[in-house]
């Protein structure tokens, strides 16, 4: 398999502006999360999909952060008016359903970097 | 809530020598638990996971992890460090009984194995 691949890996804005990140999954995964990661800490869970029903959301996850995955492969994380405190690592990652198959897998991540 | 603990930010071991990175856990019910390792500029890689059964589990690299449900722990070891295993660890755990999928991170242990 390919790997979960984000795009894009580096991101610069400017406060107050809308941004959107893009994960693609490995392929026969249907379960996608997104998280994430500040300096010096863990990552933290923003939301998850099962397809492209979103069936978990963090207390995190403000009205400014929105997540969609409209044909159950792709997702996409737009965060509407950054703030400074916006800039982190977004990690996103995949996992099947069934089995024993319960790890997730990381992609390389998007670093936000908000002015 | 779920927690998790890594009591130690860095651990220092020579190559050749056993290493040990510590790691307890919190949950309400039964947890899944999990190894990641990360490496600068990129995403978290799966080391290893206890689901159910043996308590010691065995993992990539190398790496074995030893379930104690009484302590809360679930220790990460290596019987002889190599010096590419310098890297940032982190433990993870999902509580079963809440049906919840997100893992809950650890703040990570940096490793540093000395030639």
């Known amino acids: 398999d390919t790997g979960v691949s984000q795009d894009p890996r580096h991101k610069i804005t400017k406060r107050g502006q809308n941004v959107t990140f893009r994960c693609d999954p490995i392929s026969e995964h249907n379960r996608l999360y997104w998280y994430r990661q500040t300096l010096g800490q863990g990552p933290e869970f923003l939301t998850y999909?099962?397809?492209?029903?979103?069936?978990?959301k963090s207390r995190l996850l403000s009205d400014r952060f929105s997540a969609e995955r409209p044909k159950g492969s792709f997702s996409t994380l737009e965060i509407q008016r950054t703030e400074q405190g916006d800039s982190a690592m977004y990690l996103c990652a995949s996992s099947r359903t069934g089995g024993r198959n319960y790890e997730q897998y990381f992609g390389p991540g998007t670093r936000l970097t908000v002015t | 809530a779920q927690s998790v603990a890594q009591p130690e930010d860095q651990v220092n071991v020579a190559e050749g020598n056993p290493l040990t990175v510590k790691c307890t856990y919190s949950?309400?019910?039964?947890?899944?638990l999990f190894w990641y390792v990360q490496y600068p500029n990129r995403g978290l890689q799966f080391l290893l996971k206890?689901?159910?059964?043996?308590?010691l589990v065995k993992g990539s690299y190398g790496f074995e992890a030893e379930f104690n449900k009484s302590q809360t722990s679930f220790h990460l070891k290596k019987p002889s460090a190599l010096v590419s295993d310098s890297a940032l660890y982190f433990c993870a755990v999902r509580d079963v009984d809440t049906g919840f999928q997100k893992l809950v991170f650890g703040t990570g242990t940096r490793l540093l194995v000395s030639p």
């Open positions: 999909f099962q397809n492209e029903a979103q069936l978990e």
């Open positions: 206890y689901i159910t059964g043996d308590n």
């Open positions: 949950v309400s019910g039964n947890p899944y």
